[in-house]
């Protein structure tokens, strides 16, 4: 565990129980333990000093995936502590689908829409400063480190102080909808990590499948669409969040070191930038 107060916490809460398996993602600073108490396993999640996905996780559990947790589709909360940036769930039986051949089967994809439409569908806010928030946090990637080219830099500061700022209508989002966040056990797709769990636009939760997987098999987009029920998405707010994703995958994955999603954020920059 990262602090002294992580610990006496989960002595309290799961006295004696023992590490079945670390699942920690190396990139961040976030601990992810299976441990198993009295037969029961369970999830722990346990945050740095910088996190601040805990609290966001926690939050979620709270207020917005019990139609998820009520069918067995997402991990129930078991304890959480927000000071402490520490979390337990339990354990949500299922093999990870990014990676075998579900990731890329059409019924995968209807099943994470019909999903993705409960959790969208429970609530509705109008707020009419997300969009500028957004915006402002694209111009502050771009101020901090990154290898995006200084003329690139240039056109993007260019678009994004161009656009408008509507006021949106937000629901509760997952905030990294993808295979690496759905789980399969006996055919049914169920969802895991909510640490960007956030209000945000519907489409918001579209991203990360339209910059990976839709892009390589469009079943996959129709599929998912069928299931959802609709499509949230118009030109010109996909382009400002396109544009959005892009920037933000390209330097978060500078920052973290990882190669492989810096060149996949540099090619959303390109293809949503080619898409005037």
Excluded at 72 to 99: I, N, Q, S
Excluded at 122 to 143: G, H, I, P, R, Y
Excluded at 213 to 231: I, P, S, V
Excluded at 255 to 272: F, K, L, N, T
């Amino acid at each position: 565990m990262t602090t002294p107060r992580q610990q006496e916490l989960l002595g309290e809460w799961l006295p004696g129980a023992e590490l079945v398996k670390d699942l920690s993602w190396g990139l961040v600073g976030t601990t992810v333990l299976m441990l198993e108490h009295d037969g029961t396993r369970y999830i722990v999640k346990a945050g740095d000093e910088a996190d601040t996905n805990i609290a966001r996780e926690l939050r979620a559990h709270r207020e917005w995936l019990e139609p998820w947790t009520s069918r067995g589709l997402a991990p129930r909360l078991a304890f959480g502590d927000d000071d402490a940036k520490l979390l337990v769930t339990h354990y949500l039986p299922g093999d990870l689908v990014e990676g075998t051949p579900d990731e890329y089967n059409p019924e995968t994809y209807h099943q994470a829409g019909v999903l993705l439409a409960l959790l969208h569908g429970q609530l509705t806010v109008e707020d009419k400063d997300f969009e500028a928030s957004e915006n402002e946090k694209s111009l502050a990637w771009l101020d901090g480190p990154h290898r995006i080219a200084p003329d690139v830099v240039s056109r993007l500061r260019d678009e994004i102080n161009s656009w408008p700022i509507p006021p949106s209508t937000l629901v509760p989002t997952h905030g990294d909808w993808q295979p690496r966040n759905w789980l399969i056990n006996n055919g049914t797709v169920t969802a895991i990590d909510f640490g960007r769990a956030e209000l945000r636009p519907a489409w918001g939760d579209f991203g990360r499948l339209a910059a990976q997987q839709f892009r390589q098999d469009r079943r996959l987009e129709a599929a998912f669409l069928d299931g959802y029920g609709t499509d949230p998405r118009d030109p010109a707010t996909w382009r400002r969040n396109s544009i959005r994703e892009a920037i933000g995958t390209a330097c978060w994955a500078f920052r973290v070191g990882s190669e492989d999603y810096e060149q996949q954020g540099h090619r959303m920059i390109a293809e949503a930038l080619a898409a005037d």
